[in-house]
Each structure stands twice: as C-alpha cells, then as structure tokens.
C-alpha cells in the first residue's frame, strides 16, 4: 500500500525505497497487533467469566483498545481507505450520546419532562438531603458510576465494530476470523465439558466465585445460559465451516483408488484428514455441550440457528448430495446421542421448552415478575429512563414478590435497555435490529455460487440466535456474546459488501488502493489521522473508566465471601432451637468481630481503588455500625445505637465538636466508627440515590449533623420510597414506628415485611413466638406455603405443643385449600412442607399420608418420593420403602443416603431369611 506522503513530493530512490521500508515494517507490526488484539478478545476475555467479572471486562476493552489504536496507526502509516461506512456506526455515537446526557446535571423542568422518575423518587427528600449537606441529584440516571461503566463498555463495542468491518478487507480476512469464532467456541465446549467432568468447585479450577459454584456445565460462564449462548454464536461458523471442507474435499482425488492409496497413509495426508475433520468435530462438541448444559435459552437459539442454517445447506448442494438417508441418519444418531448422554434431569428441563405450561417453563413465575416489574419501570422512565446499568436499583421499585436472589439484570436485554435509556433507547434499539435484519436478508441474497454465500449465511444465523435470544435473556450484557454477536455482525455486512464489489478480489484489493487518485489519498490520510486521534482518545478513556473496578475486583470478592460465610454463620446459629452457652456465645461474638475487621480491611481497600462505587459506600457504613454495636453490646454502657441517636437530639448539643466530645466520653474511641459510617452513608446515597438501607444509616446518625427527629423520620420515610418491597427496611422502619408509639402503623409495616421474603422472617417470628396466641398472629400475618416453612422452624421450638396443634392445624387447612389451585410442583411443595410439620409433632403415620398425597400431586417429585421412603422405612414397612427408594435412585444413583437404606433393607431380609430357616431347622 502506498505511504501517507504527498505523491508529488520529489526524493531520490533510495531514500523513497528505505522509507517505503520502514513504513511497510511499522504498518505490518501494526496490523499484526490488530489481529493480536482480535485474538484476545475472541480467545482470551471469554475466560473470565466471559467478560462478566470487572477484571474480564477490563482486559476485553483492554483488547478494543489495543485493536483500535493499532489498526488506527495502520491505516495513518499506509494511507490506505479500506472498509466502508456503515449506519451502524452512527447508532453507536447516539447510545453513546444518550448515556452522556443521562450523566451531565440537567434543569429541574428538563428532569421531569425527560426522566419523570427522578421527581418521583427524590423531589420530595430534598430538602433532607440538603440538611444531611448533601448536593442534590440532578442527573437522569439513578446509578451515575453504573451508567459510566456502561457508557465505557457500548464505547468498546463501538471501537470493536467499525475496526472489525474496517480490518476484515477481503473475503479471506472474514473467512480467518469465522474459523477463530469457531474455534473458540469449540475449546470452551470441551473446557466445559472437562470442567464438569473433574469438578473441584472453582471456575477453571482456580477462580473461587463468591456466590456461584461451578458444579453446572457452564465453562468460563457464570450462567449455562451464557455458555449456550456462546456456543450458538460460534456453531454457525462451525457449520459453514464443515460444509465449505467438504465442498473442497468432494473435488479432490478419491484416496481410496489403487493410485492414491499409498498417498492416503502418508502422515502428512494424515494430518491433513485430522485437520479438514476438525471442524465437523468441534461442532459436533459444542451442539452437545449446549444440550448436556441444560440451558434452555441456548437450545431454542440453537434451534433458531439452525433452522436459519438450512437454506445455507440446501442451496450449497449438501443435502441432496447426503440424501434423505444420511439426513435420517442424522437426527436418529442426535436423538440417541442424547438419550444417552443427556442427564434425566437435564432432559426433563429441556423438555420444558415445548410445554405449554407457563408454571413449567418460568417456575415460580420468576421471569414473568421480573418483566412486568420492568415494564412497570419503563412507563415511569420516560424518555431517558432510569440510567444505564441501573436495573439492579430500579427493579427493586417495582417488583412486589422479590425474591431472595438479586436480579442484577432483566431476564431480558430488550427490556432491559427500555428500562434503563428510556424511550430514545428503545427507538435506537429499533433501529440498530432493522439494520441488523436488513443484513441478514442481503446475506442471503448472495449467489450461492460466490464463496460469501455460505459464510455470510452462518453470519446470518449467529446474529438471529443472538436476537432471539436477547428477549428472554440478558445475553448482550455479557462481554463475550455481545462482542461474538458484533463480530458476526461486522463479518455479515463485509461479505455483504463484498459480494456486491463483483471483479474485486483479494487478488487484486490491495492494487485497488494503491491506484486511488490522489485527491482520495489526501481523503484517506485525513480520515485516518481522524479516526486514530477518535480512536486513541476514547480507547483511553475506556481502559481509565474500567481499571479501578478491575484493581478492587479481588478485595470485593474478598469481601463477599467473608460476607457469605458470616452470613451461613448467623442463620445456623439462629436455626439452632438449643440456646447458646454463655462460652458460645463469647466465642461467637469475638468470630464476629474478627469477620467484621476483616470485612471493613476489604471494603476501605475497594472504595480507595473505586471511589464511586456506591455500594461498597453502603456496606462500609453497615459493617461500621454493626461492628459498633456488637461492641456495645459487650460494653459497660450496652446503648443501641437507636438511644444514642435519641438521647443526642434530646441533649441539643450546640456544636459538632461538644457532641463528638461526649460520644467519646460515653463510648470511647470506638464511637469513631459511627463518624465513619455517616461518612459512607452519605457517600452512598450520593452516589446512587437509590441504595435503601443507606438511608436507615443516615436515620440512625442524623444527630451527628445536629438534625432534629423530622430528619430521622424523612430519611426513613424515604427508605421506604425506593425499597417498598424490601423487608428489612420494612422491619426496620416498623420497629421505629414501634418506639414513637404508632403501634398500628408498626404492626401494618411488619406484616408488609413478612409477606416478603428473606430471613427478617425468622426475625419478626422470634418477635411473635411465645409473646403473642397462634390465632393472633395468624390472623396478623395470614402466612401462606412461602411463608409458613420459615415460621414453623423458628416459632415451633418456642411455643407449647397446644400451641404447635394450632399451627399445624392452620397448616392443614391451608393445604386443603390452596393445593387444589396449585400447579403439581408447587401442590407437591405444599404437601411436603405439611408433612415435615407432621413430623415434627411426632405424627409419622399423618406424614406419610401427606407425603402421599405429595407424590400424587407430582409424580416425578424425587424429593417427595424419598421423604415417603424414608417415612416408611422408619415404620419398618420395606417393601413399600424398598420401591420409592429404588425409583429415586433410578434418577439419581449417586444418592448416598438411598444407597444405604437399600442395602439396609437387603441386610434386614437376609437376616429375616436366617431367622426363619433357624426357626425351620429347630421345628
């Protein structure tokens, strides 16, 4: 290609020949480190957690960057105009203008009419929040750092996209970067099936997931969804990629002739029959990791796919050179390979996706909640909606029955995106499908006589599984699918494109450059210093964006975990129905203290690596006042921070500095660590005004500011208003109703947070247990089959068995009378709850009849089945316990408990067959 320099500019040959070298050697390293960069981002950013974790997502912009400015020094080094523009570029410089104007401070009246749920959510608490010394919000988005990072990421995506379809200059160059999608799709296939295989708890065997156990086919993936989705993005390059080896391979000599024959055991035609079977092969392993993963987004994306691959297969000639016969052949070996290989488990799971009951397919209803909870947020949003990367705040509005797991994300990415960037979101969603689809139909437009035809094709079929998919699921917000997706995209408009440029061939595209006028090189020149300065600057600011949520992602995880284990600590402890000894309960306040330490070691270390990370502002400050008050509670003046609040407004302190001095008279140095946890609380509500709990801590530490009781009251009151269904600040805002005296208010609050759930449950039931009669509270709180297992466990230890009567008398009723409308899973639930209860009261012949009545309800409940086993086998009834156990270790044979009641009922018969023989012999 030629150099940038004016062509008209006079130099001797030598010293034109010695720069056109160096020129060439520079545009050559940097075309090799924009491969390089395309190479990390399809092999290597997939194996940290695809992207997901903060340290994936920095290292895949990482890659971006490396491959934008590379390619920018390329094209500025050989002045060379290659690619085309696309209106996909301008939809990317609109995403990125609306989360940009979703960050800057706008005017009130443009708040309301552009985002109407800012005014919703805090016009009211802005006066407090003024007097806490807060600034007020005036940004669109709810969740600034979140929108930040997501405008770092949509600003990679853009930066992967336009330098892909510009690198991707020749057919070869797509065909190149297909087989790279497939092959790493189909190394992650085998590394999931490995993984699965020799288990050890951790992701490739060395990342500990705070939350997630890797015991699930799901590779590098948090989610086998992901996986699946992952898989299908690389299976149609796969696919075209077997169909173009064996169009190659049906016009070579037969080496099956007597003159080829000796050439056929040669190694290197050895090799080279390895190498044309290894993409058949890989594809082959990745369609069956995707059915052994169980995921069933990744099946009907995979069906999707393949039902967009067949035209390609047809009009290649594949399928009527195979015949119907091999096509049979096919689907029976598919369908035995999955008899086989498929868990029973795995398999009844897929086969929800046929059935035409919701309660199969979205057990729970969870993703029908969580969709109409964002539907709910998008009529709210407006134009703007509530800010990118919001949705794990914003739901939490709208969503009545949360469930105990967090969603971080909508079940959905289109609904999602809707939810976060609004109306102007959705509109440029709409848009950037329809150009997606008008690819997908110029794809198949191709000739299938041009060699585009069948790579464009596979192109084609990626980006329809990945539109399919993102509907139901939050695939686009994963790294790795949404850049696979991207790439797909960019090879299916080039093919487009060049399939349209008729004698423009690789042969001869680099001639075509180098005989462009010179008015398009001084074009050329210009645009390429454009896009390297565009390029440069925003691949910086990118990797600055995303480098201190990679630097505190190890302390964070850290954190979790600690948080994780302490947490399983309490609920044990407080599952106990044996009150601790006094050294007990010693030994578990100093383990607490120690957790706590180190907890607040971790957090301090992630808010100096992110400052703006909100919820690392909030945990900081519940962890500080936590720690205070487990001090406290083991201190010569045991005062809950409550009183302390209390007794500080009252005192009316004139100056900062008098009540600062009296909280260290009172409660020593560590009365610091409520100054430090006002100090975070503020932090986090200022940084994402929707953090619930920050504002119980503000409550707590109002006196700190010198604010009188109507600041406590406005803080918790706007607690409330961003976490209406979240039962500890319900519980917590009931107990403050409670101590002001509106005892109706309090006892209406605590029944809103029972019917919630989560483990403040066993909370307010230690509150009611003993202290209140079965009728009473059972008429308060009206618990159902979601909420009486909970109850049982904690209030039966304490009441008397009158009172345990009464309950399971309740219990009973409630089983006869919603079971009747229950789906078979939830009626099996249901009966086998009451029969645990039964149990508990030592009524083994009511819980057997119970359990019947579960395996009745759902026949295929193996749960239930081993309940009843169990119960019979107590009994001494075998034969009955002998059949329910052995239909349930049909379904899972590495039960170890059914294993041993098995062989405990075979020693029990051959010792009955001993007895009667000696009896025999005696008669």
């Not at 992967?160 to 057919?171: G, I, N, S, V």
Request: glycine letters at 6%.
């Amino acid at each position: 290609m030629s150099g940038w320099a004016a062509p008209n500019r006079k130099k001797s040959r030598r010293a034109s020949r010695g720069s056109e070298s160096a020129s060439e050697r520079l545009a050559a390293q940097a075309l090799a480190a924009t491969d390089a960069g395309l190479a990390g981002v399809v092999f290597v950013a997939p194996l940290f957690l695809g992207g997901r974790h903060d340290i994936g997502r920095f290292l895949f912009a990482a890659f971006v960057a490396l491959t934008a400015v590379s390619w920018a020094v390329h094209r500025v080094v050989s002045g060379a105009s290659v690619g085309r523009r696309t209106l996909a570029t301008p939809l990317f410089v609109a995403a990125a203008a609306v989360l940009v104007l979703q960050l800057v401070p706008l005017p009130a009246a443009w708040l309301s009419t552009l985002a109407p749920l800012h005014g919703e959510l805090l016009s009211s608490w802005e006066s407090t929040a003024a007097a806490f010394g807060l600034a007020p919000h005036r940004a669109a988005s709810l969740s600034p750092e979140a929108t930040r990072h997501s405008l770092a990421m949509v600003l990679a995506y853009g930066l992967l996209f336009t330098t892909a379809c510009q690198r991707l200059r020749t057919t070869t160059d797509v065909q190149r970067l297909q087989r790279w999608l497939g092959v790493s799709v189909g190394a992650m296939a085998a590394l999931a099936l490995v993984q699965f295989a020799i288990p050890n708890g951790c992701y490739l065997w060395v990342y500990s997931h705070p939350t997630n156990v890797a015991t699930n086919v799901c590779g590098a993936f948090a989610n086998r969804n992901h996986l699946g989705q992952f898989l299908v993005l690389g299976i149609t390059s796969l696919a075209a990629w077997t169909l173009q080896t064996r169009q190659a391979s049906s016009g070579r000599p037969n080496p099956a002739t007597p003159a080829n024959r000796q050439h056929a055991h040669d190694a290197t035609h050895v090799i080279q029959r390895a190498i044309a079977l290894a993409p058949a092969v890989m594809f082959v392993l990745a369609v069956v990791t995707v059915l052994i993963s169980g995921s069933r987004g990744g099946v009907v994306a995979l069906a999707v796919a393949a039902v967009a691959l067949a035209p390609a297969v047809w009009r290649s000639g594949q399928l009527r050179k195979t015949g119907v016969a091999g096509v049979v052949a096919l689907i029976v070996g598919v369908v035995l390979a999955a008899i086989v290989i498929i868990p029973d488990s795995t398999a009844d799971r897929l086969a929800t996706v046929v059935s035409t009951e919701l309660d199969e397919v979205d057990a729970d209803a969870g993703r029908r909640k969580i969709w109409m909870a964002n539907w709910e947020a998008i009529q709210h949003g407006g134009a703007l909606g509530a800010g990118a990367g919001s949705h794990r705040e914003i739901y939490r509005v709208f969503l009545p029955d949360p469930p105990s797991t967090e969603y971080t994300h909508a079940e959905s990415s289109v609904l999602q995106i809707v939810t976060e960037t609004g109306w102007v979101g959705a509109a440029l969603l709409l848009g950037g499908v329809l150009l997606a689809g008008s690819w997908i139909v110029r794809g198949y437009r191709i000739e299938p006589t041009k060699t585009e035809s069948l790579l464009a094709v596979g192109s084609a079929a990626a980006v329809t599984a990945s539109l399919t998919h993102a509907t139901f699921d939050f695939v686009w917000h994963i790294p790795a699918c949404m850049s696979f997706a991207l790439l797909q995209g960019a090879s299916l408009l080039r093919l487009v494109q060049l399939s349209g440029e008729g004698s423009v061939r690789e042969s001869n595209v680099a001639d075509r450059y180098r005989q462009a006028s010179p008015q398009v090189d001084g074009r050329a020149f210009r645009f390429a210093w454009q896009f390297a300065i565009v390029a440069t600057l925003l691949s910086t600011l990118v990797v600055a964006e995303l480098l201190g949520p990679a630097r505190a992602a190890p302390h964070w995880d850290s954190y979790l975990r600690i948080s994780r284990s302490q947490r399983h600590a309490s609920a044990a402890l407080m599952a106990s129905t044996a009150p601790p000894t006094p050294e007990q309960l010693q030994e578990t306040r100093r383990g607490q203290q120690a957790a706590l330490a180190a907890m607040l070691d971790e957090l301090t270390a992630v808010v100096r690596l992110r400052p703006q990370f909100a919820d690392a502002h909030r945990q900081l400050a519940n962890r500080c006042q936590q720690l205070f008050e487990l001090r406290q509670v083991q201190s010569d003046n045991p005062m809950p921070v409550s009183e302390i609040r209390d007794a500080a407004i009252a005192s009316q302190f004139t100056s900062s500095t008098e009540l600062l001095g009296w909280l260290r008279t009172a409660f020593g140095e560590q009365a610091g660590l409520l100054v430090i946890a006002d100090r975070h609380a503020c932090a986090a509500v200022a940084l994402s005004p929707l953090e619930g709990d920050a504002y119980l801590r503000l409550a707590d530490l109002a006196f700190l500011h010198g604010l009188p009781e109507t600041a406590v009251h406005a803080a918790l009151d706007q607690a409330v208003r961003v976490r209406p269904y979240d039962g500890d600040v319900l519980l917590t805002v009931g107990a403050e109703l409670a101590a002001r005296g509106e005892t109706d208010r309090a006892l209406e609050t605590w029944r809103r947070s029972f019917a919630i759930r989560g483990p403040h449950r066993r909370r307010i039931a230690q509150m009611v247990a003993g202290r209140m009669a079965p009728t009473a509270w059972i008429e308060w709180l009206q618990p159902g089959w979601d909420t009486l297992p909970a109850f049982w466990q904690t209030a039966a230890p304490l009441v008397d068995d009158g009172q345990r009567a009464v309950m399971l008398a309740y219990a009973q009723e409630c089983a006869d009378r919603d079971c009747r409308d229950y789906p078979p899973w939830a009626a099996g639930y249901a009966w086998r709850t009451l029969a645990s209860m039964q149990r508990d009261c030592n009524q083994p012949e009511a819980a057997i009849a119970t359990l019947r009545r579960a395996t009745q309800a759902n026949p295929n409940d193996v749960v239930a089945r081993r309940a009843l086993a169990l119960a019979l086998f107590e009994i001494n009834q075998y034969d009955e316990a002998e059949s329910h156990l052995s239909w349930c270790l049909a379904r899972n044979p590495t039960d170890g408990s059914v294993q041993n009641h098995l062989k405990l009922i075979r020693k029990v018969r051959i010792a009955e067959s001993i007895t009667a023989e000696e009896a025999t012999v005696r008669r």
